[in-house]
Nanobody, 125 residues
Framework: QVQLVESGGGLVQAGDSLRLSCAAS????????MGWFRQAPGKEREFVAA????????YYADSVKGRFTISRDNAENTVYLQMSSLKHEDTAVYYC??????????????????WGQGTQVTVAS
Protein backbone atom coordinates (compact mmCIF):
# COMPACT_ATOMS: atom_id res chain seq x y z
CA GLN A 1 0.00 0.00 0.00
CA VAL A 2 1.16 3.51 -0.80
CA GLN A 3 -0.15 6.74 0.63
CA LEU A 4 0.36 9.94 -1.33
CA VAL A 5 -0.22 13.49 -0.13
CA GLU A 6 0.07 16.44 -2.52
CA SER A 7 0.70 20.02 -1.48
CA GLY A 8 1.70 23.33 -2.98
CA GLY A 9 -1.33 24.22 -5.06
CA GLY A 10 -2.87 27.67 -5.03
CA LEU A 11 -3.99 30.72 -6.98
CA VAL A 12 -1.37 32.39 -9.16
CA GLN A 13 -1.23 34.82 -12.06
CA ALA A 14 -0.43 33.82 -15.62
CA GLY A 15 3.32 33.70 -16.08
CA ASP A 16 4.00 32.82 -12.44
CA SER A 17 5.67 29.70 -11.12
CA LEU A 18 4.53 27.13 -8.60
CA ARG A 19 6.01 23.96 -7.16
CA LEU A 20 3.90 21.00 -6.21
CA SER A 21 5.10 18.32 -3.81
CA CYS A 22 3.91 14.79 -3.27
CA ALA A 23 4.99 12.94 -0.15
CA ALA A 24 4.83 9.15 -0.30
CA SER A 25 4.78 6.49 2.36
CA UNK A 26 4.49 2.75 2.20
CA UNK A 27 6.47 0.79 -0.39
CA UNK A 28 10.16 1.45 -1.02
CA UNK A 29 9.89 4.76 -2.81
CA UNK A 30 12.86 4.45 -5.13
CA UNK A 31 11.60 1.22 -6.69
CA UNK A 32 8.65 2.69 -8.56
CA UNK A 33 7.94 5.39 -11.08
CA MET A 34 5.82 8.39 -10.19
CA GLY A 35 3.51 10.47 -12.31
CA TRP A 36 1.59 13.72 -12.24
CA PHE A 37 -1.83 14.00 -13.85
CA ARG A 38 -4.35 16.81 -13.90
CA GLN A 39 -8.06 17.20 -14.38
CA ALA A 40 -9.82 20.40 -15.33
CA PRO A 41 -13.56 20.90 -14.81
CA GLY A 42 -15.56 19.01 -17.40
CA LYS A 43 -12.48 17.32 -18.85
CA GLU A 44 -10.88 13.94 -18.51
CA ARG A 45 -7.82 13.37 -16.39
CA GLU A 46 -4.70 13.92 -18.47
CA PHE A 47 -1.04 13.01 -18.16
CA VAL A 48 1.38 15.78 -17.21
CA ALA A 49 4.74 14.21 -16.37
CA ALA A 50 6.39 11.05 -15.08
CA UNK A 51 9.74 10.05 -13.65
CA UNK A 52 11.41 6.67 -13.24
CA UNK A 53 12.28 5.26 -9.84
CA UNK A 54 15.92 6.31 -10.06
CA UNK A 55 15.02 9.69 -11.51
CA UNK A 56 17.21 9.07 -14.53
CA UNK A 57 14.38 9.42 -17.05
CA UNK A 58 11.51 11.85 -17.29
CA TYR A 59 8.51 12.14 -19.59
CA TYR A 60 6.25 15.10 -20.33
CA ALA A 61 3.05 15.93 -22.10
CA ASP A 62 3.64 18.18 -25.10
CA SER A 63 1.50 20.87 -23.50
CA VAL A 64 3.91 21.31 -20.58
CA LYS A 65 7.26 20.42 -22.14
CA GLY A 66 9.77 23.18 -21.53
CA ARG A 67 7.66 24.76 -18.78
CA PHE A 68 7.27 21.99 -16.19
CA THR A 69 9.97 19.90 -14.54
CA ILE A 70 9.40 16.71 -12.59
CA SER A 71 11.98 15.59 -10.05
CA ARG A 72 12.22 13.36 -7.02
CA ASP A 73 14.14 13.07 -3.79
CA ASN A 74 14.25 9.41 -2.85
CA ALA A 75 15.82 10.18 0.50
CA GLU A 76 12.77 12.29 1.34
CA ASN A 77 10.21 10.05 -0.40
CA THR A 78 8.97 13.06 -2.32
CA VAL A 79 8.29 13.88 -5.94
CA TYR A 80 8.03 17.45 -7.20
CA LEU A 81 6.48 19.25 -10.11
CA GLN A 82 8.04 22.64 -10.79
CA MET A 83 5.70 24.64 -12.97
CA SER A 84 6.84 27.81 -14.73
CA SER A 85 5.28 30.21 -17.21
CA LEU A 86 1.87 29.09 -16.04
CA LYS A 87 -1.08 29.62 -18.33
CA HIS A 88 -4.79 29.86 -17.61
CA GLU A 89 -5.24 26.49 -19.32
CA ASP A 90 -3.02 24.88 -16.67
CA THR A 91 -5.85 25.39 -14.20
CA ALA A 92 -6.83 21.98 -12.84
CA VAL A 93 -6.66 19.64 -9.90
CA TYR A 94 -3.23 18.03 -9.97
CA TYR A 95 -2.78 14.46 -8.79
CA CYS A 96 0.36 12.51 -8.12
CA UNK A 97 0.35 8.79 -8.69
CA UNK A 98 2.57 5.83 -7.89
CA UNK A 99 3.23 3.07 -10.37
CA UNK A 100 1.59 -0.31 -9.96
CA UNK A 101 1.41 -1.84 -13.46
CA UNK A 102 4.69 -1.10 -15.29
CA UNK A 103 3.51 -2.84 -18.46
CA UNK A 104 1.57 0.30 -19.40
CA UNK A 105 3.20 3.39 -20.83
CA UNK A 106 4.16 6.20 -18.50
CA UNK A 107 1.44 8.49 -19.82
CA UNK A 108 -1.35 5.97 -19.23
CA UNK A 109 -3.28 6.36 -15.98
CA UNK A 110 -3.77 2.60 -15.74
CA UNK A 111 -0.05 2.24 -15.07
CA UNK A 112 -0.56 3.85 -11.69
CA UNK A 113 -2.38 2.14 -8.85
CA UNK A 114 -2.09 4.70 -6.08
CA TRP A 115 -3.32 8.25 -6.21
CA GLY A 116 -3.23 11.27 -3.97
CA GLN A 117 -6.24 13.39 -3.09
CA GLY A 118 -5.24 16.16 -5.49
CA THR A 119 -4.27 19.80 -5.10
CA GLN A 120 -5.98 22.68 -6.89
CA VAL A 121 -3.96 24.94 -9.15
CA THR A 122 -5.73 28.02 -10.44
CA VAL A 123 -4.05 30.35 -12.90
CA ALA A 124 -5.75 33.70 -13.31
CA SER A 125 -5.48 35.16 -16.79
Amino acid sequence: QVQLVESGGGLVQAGDSLRLSCAASGRTFSTYAMGWFRQAPGKEREFVAAITGSGSSTYYADSVKGRFTISRDNAENTVYLQMSSLKHEDTAVYYCAAELRPSYSYNIARRYGYWGQGTQVTVAS
